[in-house]
């Protein structure tokens, strides 16, 4: 199994600064990562595909890098409605898909 | 526009069954391979089960042999039957477009409770 560790586990920041999130695999996925954020009460929400690619109408404030076992989810400048959670997911080794633990990006 | 509406979920016993379903619309469902992903309260996400258009099928460990996945491709329906029910499969259970494909499209979840 493919163990994604994300960090850091909470991220407080103020509207307007950037966001900086970290997602290591325990063996290499290539490519094949992807970054969802989650609202309470809501569905999550597919952001980041294939380590760099944005999802269909997401700002592109949103930026994902990296590629192997070191991933980054970067938020250049935050809005209100940015403070979520948010999770990283591999589709290389599966059964099982796996996702990280989530990090939780509050409001400072 | 796309929809996927879960249904099905609500209060068991352990020990016991339920069959959820959910209803696809605004994409080609015979060709997408389809999964049930789980979230316990307060907890993150974990994946439960995947299925393709052609009918292959996958599991987590800790529901094999408990849970089956399913698909009415002429009903644009996906199905996870849930049998020998445990208080720790207690979640929000989410239909997803998946995972041959990034997770685009989830549903709003259903939620299975297992108590005495």
Request: aromatic fraction near 10%.
């Amino acid at each position: 199994e493919t163990v994604l560790t994300q960090s850091p586990a909470t991220l407080s920041l103020s509207p307007g600064e950037r966001a900086t999130l970290s997602c290591r695999a325990s063996q290499s996925v290539d490519i094949y990562l992807a970054w969802y954020q989650q609202k309470p009460g809501q569905a999550p929400r597919l952001l980041i595909y294939d380590a760099s690619n944005r999802a269909t109408g997401i700002p592109a404030r949103f930026s994902g890098s990296g590629s192997g076992t070191d991933f980054t989810l970067t938020i250049s400048s935050l809005e209100p409605e940015d403070f979520a959670i948010y999770y990283c997911q591999q589709r290389k080794l599966w059964p099982p898909i796996t996702f990280g633990q989530g990090t939780r990006l509050e409001i400072k | 526009e796309v929809q996927l509406l879960e249904s099905g979920g609500g209060l068991v016993q352990p020990g016991g069954s339920l069959r959820l379903s959910c209803a696809a619309s605004g994409f080609t469902f015979s060709n997408s391979p389809m999964s049930w992903v789980r979230q316990a309260s307060g907890k993150g996400l974990e994946w439960v089960s995947a299925i393709r258009g052609g009918g292959g099928t996958f599991y987590t460990d800790s529901v094999k042999g408990r849970f089956t996945i399913s698909r009415d491709n002429s009903r644009n329906t996906l199905y996870l039957q849930l049998n020998s029910l445990r208080a720790e499969d207690t979640a929000v259970y989410f239909c997803v477009r998946g995972p041959d494909q990034p997770f685009d499209y989830w549903g709003q979840g259903t939620l299975v409770t297992v108590s005495s």
